[in-house]
């Protein structure tokens, strides 16, 4: 049954779709790093010192910006800290605690002796909202990021307070992520891989999905996506939302997979807009 709509009122350009229903892209994304926006501080991700949590058996790096309520960011496929957009977190930062880590077997994080897939990566990260001394966290998932941010949310529903799925989908076994699955098959079987990246594409392709889950979700969910997005084409996220009651679509138009490289200030103000947003109005 369809849910009632709801909307979402953003003042930006952008094509808005409103139901109740990677930080990185394979290959040809590159991170981006805009220059300063106008009344946002000049901040740096590689010049922040990376500091260290034990969680759920591994050390996972994090580094962290802003203050007020906190808010993970989880980096998609492939990508580690420094790959995240700086013009976008300083947004975030200008409103919340921000929390940026790297994923096990990535950039400055340890790999641990499990075999990682998807779910371990959402155990993962509810076990670092602990060891960072918080109860839960608001939570942005780019790409890969965004499957880690719907496990998490189902499997530790009292981790998660609002959450923004980016480049989303809820499988990689559908026709329209063929070319994303080819990719990660491609990955997954070549030896000369890092192995870190062989772990995350493994972990990709082995992954169940949640479809029939998502009406479990009880969360306020914000889904964004670019229409120009081919790699998690954006009627996936049209399909997830009407499969989550109490969620958001916001769809940009003419942007590609990960838009937020290229529309960073656009991207990170929307997710200001709905953290903030009264729900019961």
Not at 47 to 69: C, H, I, K, M, W
Not at 104 to 129: K, N, Y
Not at 228 to 239: C, E, G, H, M
């Amino acid at each position: 049954m369809t849910n009632p709509i709801q909307f979402l009122a953003i003042t930006a350009i952008l094509l808005l779709c409103c139901t109740a229903g990677c930080l990185f892209a394979p290959p040809a994304a590159s991170p981006g790093q805009a220059p300063p926006a106008p009344g946002y501080p000049a901040l740096s991700i590689e010049a922040t010192p990376v500091q260290y949590a034990d969680a759920n058996g591994v050390r996972l790096a994090y580094r962290e910006f802003g203050s007020g309520e906190p808010l993970l960011v989880i980096v998609g496929f492939g990508a580690t800290m420094e790959q995240a957009n700086n013009t976008a977190i300083s947004v975030l930062a200008a409103n919340y605690h921000v929390y940026l880590y790297d994923h096990r077997g990535m950039g400055h994080s340890s790999a641990g002796d499990e075999t990682p897939t998807i779910p371990l990566f959402a155990d993962d990260a509810a076990s670092l909202v602990s060891a960072l001394g918080h109860e839960s966290m608001h939570v942005y998932g780019t790409s890969m990021g965004s499957f880690i941010a719907q496990e998490l949310a189902l499997n530790h529903p009292g981790r998660v307070r609002r959450m923004i799925l980016d480049s989303s989908a809820y499988s990689i076994q559908v026709p329209e992520t063929r070319y994303l699955k080819d990719y990660l098959e491609t990955v997954a079987a070549d030896p000369a891989s890092p192995p870190g990246l062989r772990d995350e594409a493994r972990a990709m392709l082995a992954w169940n999905g949640t479809w029939d889950r998502l009406p479990g979700l009880h969360k306020d969910v914000l889904l964004v996506v670019g229409t120009a997005d081919t790699i998690t084409p954006a009627v996936l996220s049209y399909r997830m939302a009407g499969q989550i009651n109490g969620s958001w679509l916001v769809r940009f138009e003419g942007l590609p997979h990960a838009g937020g490289d290229l529309a960073p200030v656009t991207y990170g103000e929307t997710a200001v807009h709905f953290l903030k947003m009264d729900a019961s109005r």
